[in-house]
């Protein structure tokens, strides 16, 4: 069985790594990478394929940016070719990005049947480009592999067929586990934000880069006027986003001189680093499960979720937008950060072995 693995951002490349390296202990099983390029920092995407043991992309589809519409369109173009080249006899698609939705409607238009991992989640927030993406894909494919029981009720409701619904667990998490276990096998000193952690002792760890949240001035404005004052309780370390870093420039907007502004991380730094976080802050979606596998208290930045079992089991609280929710949001993560936690089901890094078990067993689409 030929199967095509799409990655297109950063977050993607952790989702496949644990399903491409499970591929290989299955006989018959051949899987080919496709890089849709969707990420417009090649070298970004790079640090990670090499951190993360997966070999470089069989096809690299060099979409770029550009708007949703400009950007999906290239990738269908080149994903067209590429399936028509190698006729792949599946094709596995991760998360919602426009990569997920441009790969799954092309697939599904040469008749090549599409699995989506990930599947099932809802913010019910249609002013999200990821939302829309994740139910166009979910209305497409024929196999789904769900991370929590919010992704099975929903797929349900939706009218999937419940034979074609799987509860797998998270490929996210296995990754976190592995990595995990390579940082405590790795020489750390030689990580360059080394002696600033040392340095800091209790800090905060940001990540902010959702279109949402960055490309508007004022509420841009209004979540860095709580980070400078959470900065005054303690040190926040912020890795920036290129594309946060060119809004904040562009609105001439300053940070507190105890918000560390460093530049884009590997995986395996910014793991360092967040795992002994006082707490998180970010808009990451990725970031709150990862956080809640490790029980580390996370603040999302953003008015919903579409990862609910994150909010359920304790770790995650959603602060909003606005600088005084967010202040209470810190507040209340700080009291309760002490509260035990339970992580959630499946999440034990055995979630790949189950999508190919699922598959070797003819799961139904």
Partial sequence: MRVFLVAGARPNFMKIAPI?????????????????????????????????????????????SGTHSVQTARIMVGFEAACLEEHPDLVMV???VNSTLACSVTAKKLGIPVAHVE????????????????????????WFFVTEESGVENLLREGKKREAVHFVG?????????????????????FPVHRLKETLGDYAFLTLHRPGNVDTPERLREIASALDAIAEDRPILFPVHPRTRQRMESFGLKLSPRINRLPPLGFMESLYLWKDATVVLTD???????????????????????????????????????RESILDAYRKTLERRNLPRAVPPLWDGKASQRIWEALGNGASG
């Avoid at 995407?45 to 090499?50: A, G, M, N």
């Avoid at 599947?119 to 024929?142: C, H, K, Q, Y």
């Avoid at 998270?170 to 030689?190: A, F, G, P, S, Y």
């Avoid at 994150?310 to 606005?322: D, F, K, Q, S, V």
């Fill in 119 to 142: 599947a099932g989640l809802r913010s019910f927030d249609l002013s999200m480009p990821e939302e829309i993406n994740r139910m166009v894909t979910d209305s497409i494919s024929d």
């Fill in 20 to 64: 491409y390296r499970e591929s290989l202990n299955r006989s018959g099983v051949n899987c080919r990478i496709v890089h849709t390029g969707q990420h417009y920092d090649h070298l970004m995407s790079q640090t990670f394929i090499e951190e993360l043991e997966i070999p470089q992309p069989h096809h690299f589809l060099n979409s770029g």
């Fill in 94 to 96: 991760v998360g919602d």
């Fill in 170 to 190: 998270h490929v996210m998490i296995d990754n976190l586990l592995h990595q995990l276990k390579r940082l405590e096998e790795t020489d750390v000193r030689e």
């Fill in 284 to 322: 990451s979606g990725g970031l709150q499960e990862e956080t809640t596998a490790l029980g580390v208290p996370c603040m999302t930045l953003r008015e919903n979720t579409e990862r609910p079992i994150t909010l359920e089991m304790g770790t995650n609280i959603l602060a909003g937008t606005r």
